[in-house]
Nanobody, 126 residues
Framework: QVQLVESGGGLVQPGGSLRLSCTGS????????VGWFRQVPGKEREMVSC????????FYADSTEGRFTISKDRGMNTVYLRMNSLNADDTGNYFC???????????????????WGQGTQVTVSS
């Protein structure tokens, strides 16, 4: 059974940083594409960042590129999302998702993924 667990969310002041973690069990994340998405009530789910299987190519939303970094720790079977210079628009429930043997040649979308975690809340407020 595939399971994804997010952690690292919390309350942070504008300009601050957080690192989110997505840890897999029942799968080897190195063989999967992994995406980070965020959702605010009343708004559509938004792609934040994703990393490809095989090539490890990375993609970012325009609003996060230059501030966020996605990375992989194969030994820990974990994908991280480092978030810097956070602002109020970054507030949301952050989900990770995984799909096996998916080589990304473009930014990922929600429909690319069948396995999802339960989410971790990020709130940016003074």
């Amino acid at each position: 059974q595939v399971q994804l667990v997010e952690s690292g969310g919390g309350l942070v002041q504008p300009g601050g940083s957080l690192r989110l973690s997505c840890t897999g069990s029942g799968l080897k994340l190195d063989d999967y594409a992994v995406g980070w998405f965020r959702q605010v009530p009343g708004k559509e789910r938004e792609m934040v960042s994703c990393i490809s299987a095989g090539t490890d190519s990375t993609f970012y939303a325009d609003s996060t590129e230059g501030r966020f970094t996605i990375s992989k720790d194969r030994g820990m079977n974990t994908v991280y999302l480092r978030m810097n210079s956070l602002n109020a628009d970054d507030t949301g429930n952050y989900f990770c998702a995984a799909e096996p043997v998916l080589v990304l040649l473009r930014p990922c979308v929600s429909g690319d993924f069948r396995s999802w975690g339960q989410g971790t809340q990020v709130t940016v407020s003074s």
